[in-house]
């Protein structure tokens, strides 16, 4: 223990950031950090200044208040620092709330360090939170700093050799979490199995989850469907993560219906942004258009401005849009006039700039009904001709991949929706992928509607994957081309073959025939 005792004397280098709206806190908050003998702090008193960065935070810990911004919930601002590479996993960020739990579950990033403090706190229950970040930090570090570039494999190479080291107190269960994500990113599910025994009969939270992610790509669909139906105690502190995945299984069967369902019963009040969007596309795929329109148009009035505000803006002019084009003749003259009143409001706003490249399709969706589809392209070519789509974010893709589609452009439709596959499949396993998978499979739908176009499109898609000598991404299209032509058995065996590969022998309900186990 001699060493861990020497290595706190380190404390008084950390660099603290301190993000606190309330002053008289704030100042209450650095005063403590200083009687601890923290010199290095930087204070702030509204999240925009981070935001505004360009470059990753230079903090050893990040105290953020969980309530510093009225527009955005802590949730969605740990999502977008993380998103745009502005919190770098090495840097620990804990979270000051009045409830914690609530702070707790709603945030999921695996290879991030996020801790608690519930207020009111002491400069005991602070000083125990700087210490951690010393004693476990120099451990950490370099394992995160793997996992973060996706060396996943020698990310758990190091976590095993870390692990039979004498450890200091409390890192051993944060490695065992560690160890489990990593091997469920490399896809060795076997091995996870026996790690999750113990956690799983103490019930912990998160080795439910991991569980459920197993069954997930082992394809056992209705243990999935049982888990997320599961009413206990521990599963209903997660509300937000199992309503996403209730809605995601739905629109991947394309039952609206249920989809439906579990966004009626999801409470209006403190939705993130997401899923506010979410619910306002399932209203409209389940068909109930008015109360789609009412729904979006009540959040963004609360919103007021920001970056909120235009996403949920751009999201009422999409909708709007879709009515223009299936109105009656009498009505489109008052529809467009929403939809220009819409493109206004969204131009006057600051944050606007930020997407530029939506606003332009939402201009040429308008085009296209008001001047027709060359007009509509021309402008696109004009507009958005230097655009680097592969960096755009998913719901941008999957937005231009139906204004493409609906110009006739259908190549350079399926291009964007693989670029917005190919961002999936390298997001963490957390609820932003499972709402970007949700927008994805929508735009899917619509771009691809028969299912011999569907297979011929994930066949491709497994093509590029391969070229690119990406083999489990690969292998995921190929199972979906099998869904929609199962009795293809030349796609069987292409999938067969890369479970080989893979060394996985069952694959999102698919078993590898035991000759094909025997040849490999």
Same mark, same amino acid.
């Given at each position: 223990? @001699?060493?861990?005792?020497?290595?706190?004397?380190?404390?008084?280098?950390? !660099?603290?950031l301190?993000?606190?709206a309330?002053?008289?806190?704030?100042?209450? /908050?650095?005063?403590?950090? +200083?009687?601890?003998?923290?010199?290095?702090?930087?204070t702030?008193?509204?999240?925009?200044?981070?935001?505004? %960065?360009?470059?990753?935070?230079?903090?050893?810990?990040?105290?953020?208040?969980?309530?510093?911004?009225?527009?955005?919930?802590?949730?969605?601002?740990?999502?977008w +620092?993380?998103?745009?590479?502005?919190?770098?996993?090495?840097?620990?960020?804990v979270l000051?709330?009045?409830?914690?739990?609530?702070?707790?579950?709603?945030?999921?990033?695996?290879?991030?360090?996020?801790?608690?403090?519930?207020?009111p706190?002491?400069?005991?229950?602070?000083d125990?939170?700087?210490?951690?970040?010393?004693?476990?930090?120099?451990?950490?570090? =370099?394992?995160?700093?793997?996992?973060g570039?996706?060396?996943?494999?020698?990310?758990?190479?190091l976590?095993?050799?870390t692990?039979?080291?004498?450890?200091?107190?409390?890192?051993? =269960?944060?490695?065992?979490?560690?160890?489990?994500?990593?091997?469920?990113?490399?896809?060795?599910?076997?091995?996870?199995?026996?790690?999750?025994?113990?956690p799983?009969?103490?019930?912990?939270?998160?080795?439910?989850w991991?569980?459920?992610r197993?069954?997930?790509?082992?394809?056992?669909?209705?243990?999935?469907?049982?888990? +997320?139906?599961?009413?206990?105690?521990?599963?209903?502190?997660y509300a937000?993560?199992?309503?996403?995945?209730?809605?995601?299984l739905?629109?991947?069967?394309?039952?609206? =219906? @249920?989809?439906?369902?579990?966004?009626?019963?999801? *409470?209006?009040?403190?939705?993130?942004?997401?899923?506010?969007?979410?619910?306002?596309l399932?209203?409209?795929?389940?068909?109930?258009?008015?109360? $789609?329109?009412?729904?979006?148009?009540?959040?963004?009035?609360?919103?007021?401005r920001?970056e909120?505000?235009v !996403?949920?803006?751009?999201?009422?002019? %999409? $909708?709007?849009?879709?009515?223009?084009?299936?109105?009656?003749?009498?009505q489109?003259?008052?529809?467009?006039?929403?939809?220009?009143?819409?493109?206004?409001?969204?131009?006057?706003?600051k944050?606007?700039?930020?997407?530029?490249?939506?606003?332009?399709?939402?201009?040429?969706?308008?085009?296209?009904?008001?001047?027709?589809?060359?007009?509509? +392209?021309q402008l696109? !070519?004009?507009?958005?001709?230097? @655009?680097?789509?592969?960096k755009? *974010?998913?719901?941008?893709?999957?937005?231009?991949?139906?204004?493409y589609?609906?110009?006739?452009? !259908?190549?350079?439709?399926?291009?964007?929706?693989?670029?917005?596959?190919?961002?999936?499949?390298?997001?963490?396993?957390?609820?932003?992928?499972?709402?970007?998978?949700?927008?994805?499979?929508?735009? /899917?739908?619509?771009?691809?509607?028969?299912?011999?176009?569907?297979?011929?499109?994930?066949?491709q898609?497994?093509? %590029?994957?391969?070229?690119?000598?990406?083999?489990?991404?690969? $292998?995921?299209?190929?199972?979906?081309?099998?869904?929609?032509?199962?009795?293809?058995?030349?796609?069987?065996?292409?999938?067969?073959?890369?479970?080989?590969?893979?060394?996985?022998?069952?694959?999102?309900?698919?078993?590898? =025939?035991?000759?094909?186990?025997?040849?490999?």
């Amino acid at each position: 223990m @001699t060493q861990f005792k020497l290595d706190l004397s380190k404390l008084f280098e950390l !660099q603290v950031l301190l993000i606190e709206a309330d002053p008289d806190l704030l100042h209450l /908050f650095k005063q403590m950090l +200083l009687n601890l003998g923290i010199k290095k702090i930087e204070t702030a008193r509204q999240i925009d200044d981070l935001m505004a %960065r360009e470059t990753p935070v230079n903090a050893d810990i990040v105290f953020l208040d969980y309530a510093v911004d009225t527009q955005m919930t802590g949730g969605e601002i740990v999502d977008w +620092l993380v998103l745009h590479g502005i919190l770098p996993n090495r840097t620990r960020l804990v979270l000051m709330a009045q409830q914690n739990e609530r702070a707790q579950y709603a945030i999921e990033y695996p290879y991030h360090q996020i801790s608690y403090l519930e207020r009111p706190f002491n400069k005991v229950t602070l000083d125990q939170e700087l210490k951690q970040q010393v004693m476990l930090g120099p451990f950490l570090r =370099p394992l995160l700093t793997l996992a973060g570039l996706g060396r996943y494999a020698d990310a758990l190479k190091l976590l095993l050799h870390t692990q039979s080291q004498p450890l200091p107190p409390g890192l051993e =269960p944060v490695l065992q979490r560690l160890r489990v994500q990593l091997l469920l990113d490399l896809h060795k599910f076997d091995a996870v199995i026996p790690l999750l025994k113990a956690p799983i009969a103490e019930q912990q939270g998160w080795a439910l989850w991991a569980l459920y992610r197993v069954r997930y790509e082992r394809g056992d669909l209705s243990a999935c469907q049982t888990f +997320l139906q599961d009413g206990s105690e521990e599963l209903a502190r997660y509300a937000q993560r199992r309503e996403l995945w209730q809605i995601y299984l739905a629109l991947q069967e394309r039952d609206y =219906p @249920t989809a439906l369902q579990v966004a009626n019963k999801i *409470p209006a009040a403190g939705m993130s942004c997401n899923l506010v969007r979410l619910v306002h596309l399932v209203y409209f795929l389940a068909g109930d258009v008015e109360r $789609a329109q009412e729904f979006i148009e009540r959040k963004r009035r609360l919103a007021v401005r920001g970056e909120l505000y235009v !996403q949920l803006s751009i999201a009422q002019t %999409r $909708a709007a849009i879709w009515r223009l084009q299936h109105s009656a003749a009498e009505q489109q003259a008052e529809c467009q006039n929403q939809v220009e009143a819409l493109l206004q409001q969204v131009r006057q706003d600051k944050a606007a700039v930020e997407f530029s490249v939506s606003v332009t399709l939402l201009d040429v969706h308008l085009r296209q009904f008001t001047q027709g589809a060359d007009s509509a +392209l021309q402008l696109l !070519q004009d507009q958005l001709r230097q @655009t680097d789509w592969a960096k755009q *974010p998913v719901s941008v893709l999957c937005h231009a991949a139906l204004v493409y589609s609906s110009l006739k452009q !259908q190549q350079t439709a399926f291009d964007l929706l693989f670029y917005a596959d190919n961002q999936l499949q390298q997001m963490l396993d957390n609820c932003h992928r499972v709402f970007s998978g949700c927008l994805h499979q929508h735009a /899917f739908d619509l771009v691809f509607a028969s299912a011999a176009d569907k297979t011929l499109a994930y066949q491709q898609i497994a093509s %590029r994957y391969l070229q690119q000598q990406e083999l489990l991404s690969a $292998a995921k299209a190929l199972r979906r081309a099998c869904r929609y032509d199962p009795q293809n058995p030349a796609l069987r065996q292409q999938l067969y073959t890369l479970m080989q590969q893979l060394g996985i022998q069952r694959f999102r309900g698919v078993n590898l =025939p035991q000759e094909q186990k025997t040849s490999g």
